[in-house]
C-alpha cells in the first residue's frame, strides 16, 4: 500500500461563512477551528495547511453558557516587571466583539507556524456585513 501525500497546490480552497448570531462560542469555535485545519476533508494532512477560509458575522452576538460573561477573564502580560493585564469577557466583548471569537478559536490551533497560518485564514466581523463577497462563501449552519 502506497500512502498519498497532498501538497497545498493540488487542494482547492473554499470560502465558508458561519452567522454567530445566538451560537454557543465554545461549540461553533471547535467546528470553525476543523474547518481551519482542514479536518473536514478526507484528504487532511496534520503537517499540511489544508484548511479553508472562513468568514464570521454577528461576532458580538454569540452566546455564552453559565456565569462565563462576568466569570471569565482573559489576561496578558505587557512584557514589563508586574505588567500582566486582565480583562472580563463582558467587558472585552463591549470594546472589541471579534477578538472574544478569535481568542476561542485560535486558542484550539496548533501553537506553530502552521497555527499561525491557519488562523490568517479566519475573519471575524462584529456587524452583518463584511467585504468578501467577491469569494463566494458558502453558508455553514451547526
Do not use: C
Not at 497546490?9 to 467546528?31: F, P, Q, S, T
Not at 453558557?65 to 472580563?88: A, L, V
Amino acid at each position: 500500500m502506497k500512502t498519498t501525500s497532498f501538497k497545498k497546490v493540488d487542494v482547492e480552497e473554499k470560502w465558508y461563512i458561519v452567522d454567530a448570531k445566538d451560537a454557543i462560542l465554545g461549540r461553533m469555535a471547535v467546528r470553525v477551528a476543523d474547518i481551519l485545519r482542514g479536518k473536514n476533508k478526507a484528504i487532511f494532512t496534520p503537517n499540511q495547511d489544508l484548511g479553508d477560509h472562513v468568514i464570521i458575522i454577528n461576532a458580538e452576538k454569540v452566546a455564552v453558557t453559565g456565569k462565563k460573561e462576568t466569570d471569565k477573564t482573559y489576561y496578558h502580560h505587557t512584557g514589563y516587571i508586574g505588567g500582566i493585564k486582565s480583562t472580563t469577557l463582558k467587558k472585552l466583548r463591549a470594546e472589541k466583539p471579534e477578538q472574544v471569537i478569535k481568542y476561542a478559536v485560535l486558542g484550539m490551533l496548533p501553537k506553530t507556524k502552521l497555527g499561525n497560518a491557519m488562523g490568517k485564514k479566519l475573519k471575524v466581523y462584529a456587524g452583518d456585513s463584511h467585504p468578501h463577497f467577491a469569494q463566494k462563501p458558502e453558508a455553514v449552519s451547526f
